[in-house]
C-alpha cells in the first residue's frame, strides 16, 4: 500500500536532539491526522489537518509540533523528547471528516 | 466520555474454527464505527464502515455487524494469514473528525 507514505521508518534519537518525521498522502485526500500508538494502548489521537479544522489534542506536550504545508504533506517536528514519548507514530489521511481514514506504515520512534 | 471497549484481548484459533470478536461503544450520538486490521510493524488497514443498528458488511471472511451498543466481527473458516490484531473505532456526532480507538484484539490462527 503506498497510498500513505510515512519516513523514516525507524528513528532512535537522544532527549536533546530535534528531528522531524514526514507523512505525505497519495491519494487526494482533504485531511491528514497524526495518531500515536503505545504498547497496550488505544490509538490517541494527537493533531488534525483539514479545511475544516484543525484540532489538537490538549493533551500533546509543547515538544511535539506539526507543519502542514498542502493537503499531501504533513510533519511532526520533534524536540527535547522523553523515553516515555517513545512510541509508533502514525500518519492517517481521509477524504472529509468522519470518513475512514487510511493510515501509513508508521514511524518506530526510540527515545533514549 | 467516549468509550470504546473490545474483547476478548486475545484469542487464539484453529484454521477452520468460526468465530466473533466484540466492539462495544457508548457513545452520545454514533456517526460511524469503523473496523481496522493492523498487522506487526505497519499501520492498520481499513476493512468497514458501519453506520446504523441493522447495518452489515461483508469482505472474503470477515464479517461485521451493528446494533445500538455494540458491534461483532465474525470471522468464518479463518486461515493462519487472518492472524492479526483487529481495531475498532467509533466517531461520534460532536467530535468532527476525532476517532475513539478501542485497544484491539489480538487474533491468532494456527494451521
Known amino acids: 500500500e503506498t497510498g500513505v507514505t510515512q519516513t523514516p521508518r525507524h528513528l532512535v534519537m537522544g532527549m536533546t536532539n530535534k528531528k522531524s518525521l514526514k507523512c505525505e498522502q497519495h491519494?487526494?485526500?482533504?485531511?491528514m491526522y497524526w495518531y500515536k500508538q503505545s504498547a497496550k494502548k488505544p490509538l490517541e489521537l494527537m493533531f488534525v489537518?483539514?479545511?475544516?479544522?484543525?484540532?489538537e489534542n490538549n493533551s500533546v506536550p509543547s515538544r511535539f509540533s506539526p507543519e502542514c504545508p498542502n493537503s499531501s504533506h504533513l510533519f511532526l517536528h520533534l524536540h527535547t523528547l522523553q523515553p516515555e514519548d517513545s512510541a509508533l507514530y502514525l500518519c492517517?489521511?481521509?477524504?472529509?471528516?468522519?470518513?475512514?481514514?487510511?493510515f501509513g506504515p508508521g514511524t518506530r520512534l526510540t527515545v533514549l | 466520555e467516549d468509550q470504546v471497549t473490545q474483547s476478548p484481548e486475545a484469542l487464539r484459533l484453529q484454521e477452520g474454527e468460526s468465530s466473533s470478536l466484540n466492539c462495544s461503544y457508548t457513545?452520545?450520538?454514533?456517526?460511524?464505527l469503523f473496523w481496522y486490521r493492523q498487522d506487526p510493524g505497519k499501520g492498520p488497514e481499513f476493512l468497514f464502515t458501519?453506520?446504523?443498528a441493522g447495518e452489515e458488511k461483508e469482505k472474503e471472511r470477515l464479517k461485521a455487524t451493528l446494533t445500538k451498543k455494540e458491534s461483532f466481527l465474525h470471522i468464518t473458516a479463518p486461515k493462519p494469514e487472518d492472524s492479526a490484531t483487529y481495531l475498532c473505532?467509533?466517531?461520534?456526532?460532536?467530535?468532527?473528525?476525532?476517532?475513539?480507538f478501542g485497544e484491539g484484539t489480538q487474533l491468532t490462527v494456527n494451521p
Open positions: 457513545v452520545s450520538g454514533l456517526r460511524g
Open positions: 492517517a489521511s481521509s477524504q472529509g471528516r468522519g470518513i475512514e481514514q487510511f
Open positions: 458501519l453506520y446504523s
Open positions: 491519494l487526494g485526500h482533504n485531511a
Open positions: 489537518y483539514s479545511l475544516e479544522e484543525r484540532v
Open positions: 473505532a467509533v466517531r461520534e456526532e460532536t467530535s468532527g473528525s476525532r476517532l475513539t
